[in-house]
């Protein structure tokens, strides 16, 4: 394996024409040449996007065959401040080029193309870096407000783009050091919220540009730096539905080196607390200057001055880092001693099932040993009173009798309609020159003794007694 000399800033073809390049290659193909009749690769890699692989491959006829392949190779450093906002586009059109075939000079290819990114050698990004694509025909955007914790550290983040049509794939890496900023944090900051934007159309630079143009005309600070930027999805908002063209809403966090002016120090007013409270729209002087471009949520706006917050950090006492001494630690040993049931047995069975017992003689001696019976019930009974039932079971036993022995004809509906052995129909109890119509209703009763008569209606005329 031989490697075509260079620095370390990127090779040999640093700041040389396209030209320039070929015949440098062209040179190392020679020397591969006259280095002798083996196979031999060469790697020759250029500050852009690719590196060019050179092998040169024996034949049959003692002949070299040249090969010379183009693979992506790019390391990007970036140098983002710590409390700053830090904004990086993966454009589809720096990638399109990467994946075979590759076009030609004027030639449009539109193939969807989206992107993972993750930091190297861990399966996602850092904490404060956060990614977004809406659709594989759009560029994503890296965001995020780094960390103090992370200055002076380089943060690899590697970039893996897919071409969804050919299924080929490309990778870059990223390389972030974060540096410290000057009077980090600033001491005011304020986050607003925009009602009639997405994360991805505030992260533009133009849109961003305006707002913090709109934001320092208010505010009138020296120095005003945009802190952060969070979809309001990721603060638990609920995905609006697409119809007119409804946003998202994003929060904007910008910091400032100056108090806040009163224009933002309306919103704390009792009025338009109220308002607030009430679901109304708080009246602000300065909303017009934002109103052309941006409708701020006054209601959600938060102000934080960190001069006047209260540190709550407490000294940390350090010892010694020795843990005191608790002897000689003592596993369990092998053979582990019997252990006695039967208290156990005792307290979980024997007891409740005495105590059972004891309850079941209670009741049975309540419920047979202390009743009354027939005979003494009799006892306490008067004789008028036994008579009186006596009498009554008589005639109710008379009556039951009675009722066995009734002779009274079965409706027809209930009668059998076909014999229950021959199947043939049973002729009707009566013929049909029977004259039913005549048949009263209720037949005669004959008169009983001590028995009230009814009267009975007498036809039109005079009566006579």
Same mark, same amino acid.
């Given at each position: ?45 250029? =500050? ?31 140098? +983002? ?19 075979? *075939? ?16 993750? &930091?190297? @050698? ?16 759009? /560029? ?42 000057? /009077?980090?944090? &600033? ?28 934001? =320092? ?19 638990? @908002? ?16 910008? @910091? ?25 729209? *708080? ?24 001069? =006047? ?27 582990? #001693? ?22 079941? &003689? ?31 079971? #008589?005639?109710? =036993? ?28 049973? *002729? ?11 048949? +009263? ?23 006579? +007694?």
């Amino acid at each position: 394996m031989l490697r075509a000399p260079g620095g370390a800033g990127g090779g040999p073809c640093v700041g040389r024409s396209p030209a320039t390049a070929a015949a440098l290659l062209l040179l190392t193909a020679v020397l591969l040449s006259s280095a002798g009749d083996v196979d031999e690769t060469v790697n020759w890699k250029t =500050k852009q996007a690719n590196s060019f692989v050179i092998s040169r491959k024996m034949t049959a006829g003692q002949s070299a065959v040249y090969t010379i392949l183009s693979k992506v190779q790019a390391d990007r450093n970036v140098y +983002p401040s710590a409390g700053v906002l830090f904004v990086h586009v993966l454009e589809r059109e720096y990638f399109k080029g990467e994946f075979p *075939p590759f076009p030609k000079p004027g030639e449009i290819s539109n193939d969807p193309i989206t992107f993972n990114t993750n &930091l190297m @050698g861990y399966p996602d990004r850092p904490g404060w870096l956060r990614y977004i694509q809406r659709t594989p025909y759009s /560029d994503g955007v890296l965001y995020g407000s780094p960390t103090a914790e992370n200055v002076g550290k380089p943060t690899v983040i590697e970039i893996t783009a897919y071409n969804r049509r050919t299924f080929e794939t490309a990778r870059h890496n990223l390389v972030i050091n974060i540096m410290s900023a000057e /009077d980090f944090p &600033l001491p005011y900051q304020a986050e607003f919220f925009i009602k009639n934007m997405n994360v991805e159309e505030m992260l533009a630079s133009e849109v961003l540009g305006d707002f913090l143009g709109a934001v =320092k005309n208010v505010w009138q600070p020296e120095r005003l730096n945009a802190i952060n930027i969070t979809s309001a999805l990721d603060r638990g @908002g609920r995905v609006p539905l697409p119809i007119n063209d409804m946003k998202e809403g994003v929060y904007v966090m910008v @910091g400032a080196d100056v108090p806040f002016s009163s224009c933002l120090r309306e919103v704390e007013n009792p009025q338009n607390q109220l308002r607030c409270s009430q679901e109304m729209e *708080p009246t602000i002087t300065c909303d017009k200057k934002f109103r052309a471009q941006f409708y701020i949520d006054w209601c959600k706006i938060s102000l934080v001055d960190k001069t =006047k917050q209260v540190s709550t950090y407490q000294e940390v006492v350090c010892g010694e880092g020795i843990l005191p001494d608790g002897g000689e630690y003592r596993p369990p040993p092998d053979s582990l #001693k019997s252990r006695d049931y039967y208290s156990d047995f005792l307290i979980t069975l024997a007891v409740p099932s005495a105590v059972a017992l004891v309850l079941f &003689l209670v009741l049975a001696y309540i419920m047979c040993c202390r009743r009354e019976g027939v005979e003494k019930r009799n006892m306490y009974t008067p004789d008028i009173q036994l008579v009186h039932h006596s009498a009554i079971q #008589k005639s109710t =036993k008379e009556l039951r009798d009675m009722s066995k022995n009734r002779e009274i004809a079965w409706p027809l509906s209930t009668l059998p309609v076909f014999h229950p052995v021959t199947g043939e129909i049973v *002729p009707p109890l009566h013929t049909d020159s029977y004259d039913n119509t005549s048949m +009263p209703l209720m037949q005669a009763q004959p008169n009983l003794p001590h028995q009230t008569q009814i009267p009975q209606q007498q036809a039109a005329g005079k009566w006579y +007694p």
